[in-house]
């Protein structure tokens, strides 16, 4: 004989109109007297049992239903409409093209509560083979943000993204830095062009071109006070950045720079040439580097601008970026054996672990220090 259900275990029948199995239990009454079921369906018995068990288990654990056809692609479009307000505009940019690139065509179909971290393996490892690693832990990181704002509004009960190595990727082009006669000969072409002074205020000072391209004349003392105590020379306050809200990269990042003379001679030619191609309109927005309208320069303004400069000498315009300026004032100084720590000043960098990180090909690799010290004690 088939055992009779006791009171309360729900039921099992088919549903004529949906044409599935409906699984159904009972879990007692709200506060308001009215029962509580719980339902899952399935084309199968056994489905809609599993079914009934997944929405059970949920409700045990304190979460409400969520929709079992709730897909990656539908999440990632929820967290780029909502999750990514008040960050900067380009951030944002990036990130979508990012997210509709390799996530959705990938894994958007995909449903949320099926996703598992062997799908998100094969799908790392499989993009490891064209894109680089720091590309690979960027959309990591987009994913596992997908998941956690999911997971925040019960759409899903794990964030299996979180349990995933990001793997080494293709090797991207590595930073260089100009030696002394390749900075000399940049700088010699770029003589009498539009990025002459940006070229010479980022090569000898070592400022980011998001810092340049934010500098304003308040900020430039081109006279100084030698007479003050104790003396203040021309110089440079990088306080200010093109990023979001205005701020520099961190806050050691805000410094006073001391300006070399060859930086002074540029920075006045610099004004003048201002002052004639935009008349009396040159200091209303106040950029040191701006176009002939008198606006915000772009970084893809630069970067072409910088690329016809070094059209003019014997290097490869396509392997050089304005960023590389930066890294060639921490090599030339480090060749000058400068101390580690000035440079990270210098640099505005957060710590000098930070400065041997990312120029750590830039640093000169011999320590004298000892050396000097040992042959003056047993001469």
């Not at 006073?256 to 040159?282: N, S, Y």
Request: glycine residues 8%; contains cysteine.
């Amino acid at each position: 004989m088939t055992k009779r259900r006791s009171r309360g275990d729900g039921g099992l029948h088919w549903d004529d109109k949906r044409q599935r199995w409906i699984a159904t239990a009972s879990l007692g009454f709200d506060p308001s007297g009215k029962r509580i079921v719980k339902r899952g369906s399935g084309k199968t018995k056994t489905e809609a049992k599993n079914k009934l068990k997944e929405v059970l288990r949920d409700y045990e654990d304190g979460l409400p239903l969520a929709p079992g056809d709730y897909t990656v692609a539908q999440a990632t479009h929820d967290w780029l409409t909502f999750g990514l307000s008040g960050l900067d505009s380009n951030t944002v940019t990036t990130t979508t093209i990012l997210c509709k690139t390799h996530i959705i065509p990938a894994l958007g179909k995909r449903k949320l509560r099926e996703l598992s971290a062997q799908d998100v393996d094969k799908w790392l490892a499989g993009k490891a083979e064209t894109l680089s690693t720091s590309t690979l832990s960027r959309l990591h990181s987009c994913l596992n943000r997908i998941i956690k704002r999911a997971m925040a509004r019960d759409k899903v009960r794990r964030n299996v993204v979180e349990l995933c190595r990001v793997p080494q990727g293709q090797r991207g082009r590595p930073s260089k830095a100009l030696t002394m006669a390749q900075a000399e000969e940049v700088l010699q072409a770029a003589e009498g062009r539009s990025l002459n002074a940006y070229i010479v205020v980022s090569l000898l000072t070592g400022a980011r071109t998001e810092e340049l391209r934010a500098l304003r004349w308040d900020h430039v003392d081109l006279i100084g006070n030698l007479d003050a105590v104790p003396s203040v020379p021309p110089h440079i306050a990088v306080w200010r950045s093109v990023r979001n809200g205005g701020d520099t990269k961190t806050r050691k990042s805000r410094r006073t720079l001391a300006l070399p003379r060859r930086c002074v001679d540029a920075l006045i030619e610099q004004r003048a040439t201002q002052q004639e191609e935009q008349g009396t309109t040159w200091s209303q927005c106040g950029l040191v580097f701006a176009s002939a309208a008198g606006t915000e320069l772009d970084a893809a303004n630069v970067r072409r601008a910088f690329r016809r400069v070094i059209k003019h000498t014997s290097l490869e315009p396509s392997e050089w970026t304005p960023r590389e300026l930066r890294h060639s004032f921490v090599s030339l100084l480090s060749d000058a054996g400068t101390p580690l720590e000035e440079i990270s000043r210098l640099v505005g960098h957060s710590s000098t672990a930070v400065t041997e990180l990312v120029y750590r090909k830039q640093i000169r690799p011999v320590l004298q220090g000892g050396a000097v010290v040992m042959d003056r004690i047993f001469e």
